[in-house]
């Protein structure tokens, strides 16, 4: 598979060592020392684009690997308010778009037993729900696209009770830019709450917490590394080529 690399930092050079090592390769590499030169003709050779860069820069990077008829694969969270804008140019272009807020299988499973969680607790009542996702301190945008999914995943599940999310608090300076706008809850309901916290080497950990005044469950997912993630872009990236339309994980797990 000729793959081009649409973001080159940690992520994106681990995704090029797994690619190599799978026998696949790389023909185009996008930084941004580079990006302001690129072109779509310069996608030309690749049979699908990987994109890991940031929140401002993945809509641009999808509409280029648009324009030269590639499809790509997008890990980059902090762009999805704009998601329905990019799904209809996706479509009018024919093209094909592979996105994610977590590429790792593990997550998820995890997604779909916190939803099945949330939808027993609910037929029974009593029962509140709050988020807490940590990540390295260079992830920029807040909440994570991970904790975002599973809070709506969670608000599905308690439906009578939850709509929407929100940001609750944050222990790091995260631009302003970079924190994802949420959307007001319906009339009697409320948002999940999500706190975020950035720390020194860590992956990436959600945990759940669904408490009652009997009792509390806790469902966590804890990354030990970007091996799961990057992984999973590969396996979306496969599983994507020679497709049109726009997918996600639920896609692919089917």
């Given at each position: ?35 302001n ?20 820069s ?29 799904s ?6 024919g ?18 037993a916190?939803?099945?969680a ?32 599973l ?7 308690l ?96």
């Amino acid at each position: 598979m000729k793959i081009a690399l649409l973001g080159y930092g940690k992520m994106g050079q681990f995704i090029e060592g797994l690619a190599i090592a799978a026998g696949d390769e790389i023909v185009l590499k996008v930084d941004e020392h580079n990006r302001n030169s690129i072109r779509a003709e310069d996608l030309s050779s690749a049979e699908v684009a990987i994109e890991f860069s940031r929140p401002e820069s993945a809509v641009a990077n999808i509409e280029l690997a648009l324009e030269a008829g590639v499809p790509i694969v997008v890990g980059t969270t902090g762009w999805l308010n704009e998601l329905q804008s990019v799904s209809k140019k996706v479509t009018a272009a024919g093209g094909a778009l592979f996105w994610a807020s977590n590429f790792s299988v593990g997550v998820n499973v995890f997604f779909a037993a916190a939803q099945r969680a949330a939808e027993l607790l609910d037929h029974y009542g009593g029962y509140t729900a709050g988020i807490e996702e940590i990540h390295h301190t260079q992830k920029l945008d807040a909440p994570s696209g991970t904790a975002i999914t599973l809070a709506e995943k969670v608000a599905d599940g308690l439906s009578g009770s939850y709509d929407s999310w929100k940001l609750a608090s944050v222990n790091a300076a995260v631009p302003q830019t970079h924190i994802a706008p949420a959307s007001a809850p319906k009339e009697g309901h409320e948002p999940v709450p999500i706190a975020s916290r950035r720390e020194e080497g860590v992956p990436g950990t959600h945990i759940l917490h669904l408490d009652s005044e009997v009792d509390s469950i806790v469902l966590q997912h804890t990354a030990h590394s970007r091996a799961g993630f990057a992984t999973g872009a590969l396996t979306a990236a496969r599983w994507l080529v020679g497709k049109q339309g726009v997918f996600t994980m639920e896609d692919l797990l089917k």
